[in-house]
């Protein structure tokens, strides 16, 4: 499959070109790669099964959602990983899914359309990663350091036996949970705090900044499927995974709602581990990632955003099954 590709268009702040810096919130200037004044730089919206895979981040062995992302990209573009480098929003877990992931790439080169980049993206992609969309970006825009806030969704069949066909994206709890009392629980999680002890242990004294925002944390049932999904300004390495944990030790009803604050006040990962360990990744998907919309304005001189397109039949076929 072959690629119509543009002339570089001239320097143009508001054009697809990509800077060598690009200004986020608070006027604050962020250092990228370093890449020629030409490039191009291009968004993703990728949705994947992680069960197969080490998580997003890029590394040799085993696989991961990065590295599939990249081989399909040098397949289309003829160029290497470190002339495209791809940016994740958000670096999920082993095992974990997502419907909403973004990433961002550069190229030397501008594109007269973007369908046949998408379409053969997804030819490209094994089965259980898909790019749900390709759009161009601006200067500015950084798929990481732009984002203003991350929704996650922690799933959980709550019932005596398994739905066999929701095994590898919901968590199973035999144990007949209170959703009252967890609703009731996961509200102490709003706000400003300081969920230092909520924070993985092992990479508890790599965090820069603990003071995180969780604007909403709802617990929903949908008959044996309970959803917990928050958003936040960010999250700390598995401190979703962990809240939920305690979640379901007080819908379970061994512990009380208030035990929430009082974990928070400890500020300490030793207090938490009393009561509980993390829940398995499988049940958790990365929903979507929120963006300030001057970061999300396309650029002038580039294709319109690709959502992917249907095939159409000009001639009658039979069906093949």
Known sequence: MSYAIATPLPVNLNSCHSCHSSPISGGEVLEVP?????NYKWRLLIAYDGTNYAGWQYQASPPTVQCAIEKALTKITHLDRKELSVVGAGRTDTGVHAWGQVAHFFTPFNYDSLDEVHA????LLPSDIRVREVSPASPQFHARFSAKGKIY??????????????????????YKLNAAVMAEAARYFTGKHDFTAFANAI?????????KTISRFDVTERG?????????????????RNMVALLLQIGREAI????????????????????????????????????????LKLP????PVSLGRYHTIRTCKLPFY
């Open 34 to 38: 370093t890449h020629s004044i030409s």
């Open 256 to 295: 009380p709602p208030d035990i929430v604050p009082e974990i928070l006040e400890t500020k300490n990962r030793r207090e938490l581990a009393k009561y509980t360990k993390s829940t398995p990744p499988h049940g958790l998907s990365l929903v979507s990632v929120k963006y300030n919309e001057d970061h």
């Open 203 to 211: 990479r508890n004294d790599r965090v820069r900044d603990p003071i």
């Open 153 to 174: 969704r922690y799933s959980i069949y709550n019932s005596s036996f398994m739905d066999p066909f929701l095994r590898y994206h919901v968590y199973h709890s035999t």
């Open 224 to 240: 044996p499927l309970l959803e917990l999904e928050v958003e936040g300004s960010g999250f700390l390495y598995r401190q979703v």
């Open 300 to 303: 002038s001189g580039c294709p």
């Open 120 to 123: 053969a993206f997804n030819g």
